[in-house]
């Protein structure tokens, strides 16, 4: 019974190519969340929704585009994939839009650009 | 703006104690969590403060000052399963959202 899940785990492409990651929760949650965690293990924000709708848009470049198709899912697409954007992209829900909520992580997926 | 400050690795020995600092600057804060991440797994959630003092859950602990932006996890008897990394991350009322620091990774040798 996984709460948050991705697909892929793992995703090895080639510079300049799209990819897609999905994210489906299953535990009612109102707000979905994806972060990027570098080399350096920082985890940072890149989009926040809630009920479908875009809350936050952290300076990401624009060749990424979430998409949310009902609130239990938030999916990940990448276009021209550079070297840059390998990553660990986790995917989060938390059970409404407050700050002061535990948010619950997928188990990521693990991006490589070659 | 958004700055959490934690230290980059400890290393303790198994069945000791050891506190891991965390300093934050936010805006609107909301609260600090703490989160535990083991090598190449997500992060899950070990502890939330809002108010200021000590909140304790077993062999873990939390602490919260809010005038001095400083908050720390205090992990009791340790065992080798706690070798991961403690990520602290500070919440907003603004940006409803999470800023996380880069992890603190703690060793724990036998």
């Known amino acids: 019974d996984t709460a948050v899940s991705q697909t892929p785990k793992y995703l090895v492409t080639q510079m300049g190519n799209d990819k897609s990651i999905k994210c489906e929760q299953n535990?009612?949650?109102?707000?979905m969340y994806w972060y990027k965690q570098d080399s350096k293990k920082f985890l940072k924000i890149m989009f926040s929704y809630n009920n479908k709708e875009l809350i936050i848009n952290e300076t990401v470049p624009n060749r990424f585009s979430p998409k949310s198709p009902d609130k239990a899912h938030l999916n990940l697409h990448i276009n021209s994939l550079e070297l840059g954007d390998s990553a660990v992209y986790f995917c989060?829900?938390?059970?409404?839009?407050?700050?002061?909520?535990?948010?619950?992580f997928g188990p990521g997926t693990r991006l490589t650009v070659l | 703006g958004q700055n959490i400050d934690q230290p980059t690795e400890m290393t303790a020995t198994e069945g000791a104690i050891v506190q891991i600092n965390c300093t934050y600057q936010?805006?609107?804060?909301?609260?600090l969590f703490w989160y535990q991440q083991h090598a190449g797994e997500a992060p899950t959630f070990l502890s939330y403060?809002?108010?200021?003092g000590l909140e304790e859950k077993g062999r873990f602990s939390s602490f919260l000052s809010r005038s001095k932006g400083y908050s720390y996890l205090l992990l009791k008897e340790l065992q080798m399963k706690d070798s991961a990394s403690y990520l602290c991350?500070?919440?907003?009322?603004?940006?409803?959202?999470?800023?996380f620091g880069s992890g603190t990774r703690l060793q724990v040798q036998p």
């Open positions: 535990l009612g949650h109102d707000t």
């Open positions: 991350a500070a919440a907003d009322t603004g940006r409803r959202a999470l800023t």
């Open positions: 936010t805006s609107g804060f909301n609260g």
């Open positions: 989060a829900s938390s059970q409404r839009l407050a700050g002061g909520l535990e948010q619950f």
């Open positions: 403060n809002v108010l200021d």
